[in-house]
T-cell receptor, first 114, second 111 residues
């Protein structure tokens, strides 16, 4: 158990809908990272927040957005969903904002868009 | 971040040591070598990391060559539960925040 929690574990929705994925980092960790894992693209970095501020951005679609709240939990919002958004979404946390901290991953949310 | 090369798959007998190689010939002086594994769609699990000295923890040992262009992850007594995809990642201290995952090595531990 990494100490990172993600909810829900599974999500099934329809095209065009909007969903919110939630992540709680390990106690004391200030950084939260979101990754997407699809069958054809592998594990890809989406976005990072550090202590409430956006720190780094990957190839995150404009239909996707994220935020980190004062209690340090983070939410990833996916809107206008398409079939290709079906994937595993992982959250990771680390105790540092720079590229030094070890990232610990949550169990993931499996999203299926029908 | 430097690119890494790993064999796509390896097999190991249960109870034997599993030695997983990784080439990172363009690694820079301030870049660390990290190893993660992913067991069947679970979240990637951190294993170990190092800069230039060999490292050991309760899960594995990491051997980095003197020129730092390659490394080997050693699982000393592999079990069936070690069957997973193992990722070798090079990451600069203070550099990019993200982890760049390649395709990794699918390790199968056989009974």
């Amino acid at each position: 158990d990494s100490g990172v929690t993600q909810t829900p574990k599974h999500l099934i929705t329809a095209t065009g809908q909007r969903v919110t994925l939630r992540c709680s980092p390990r106690s004391g960790d200030l950084s939260v990272y979101w990754y997407q894992q699809s069958l054809d693209q592998g594990l890809q970095f989406l976005i990072q927040y550090y202590n409430g501020e956006e720190r780094a951005k990957g190839n995150i679609l404009e239909r996707f957005s994220a935020q980190q709240f004062p209690d340090l939990h983070s939410e990833l919002n996916l809107s206008s969903l398409e079939l290709g958004d079906s994937a595993l979404y992982f959250c990771a946390s680390s105790d540092r904002g720079g590229g030094q901290g070890t990232q610990y991953f949550g169990p993931g949310t499996r999203l299926l868009v029908l | 971040d430097a690119k890494t090369t790993q064999p796509p798959s390896m097999d190991c007998a249960e109870g034997r040591a599993a030695n997983l190689p990784c080439n990172h010939s363009t690694i820079s002086g301030n870049e660390y070598v990290y190893w993660y594994r992913q067991i069947h769609s679970q979240g990637p699990q951190y294993i170990i990391h190092g800069l230039k000295n060999n490292e050991t923890n309760e899960m594995a040992s990491l051997i980095i060559t003197e020129d730092r262009k390659s490394s080997t992850l050693i699982l000393p007594h592999a079990t069936l539960r070690d069957t997973a995809v193992y990722y070798c990642i090079v990451r600069a201290q203070g550099g990019s925040e993200k982890l760049v995952f390649g395709k990794g090595t699918k390790l199968t531990v056989n009974p």
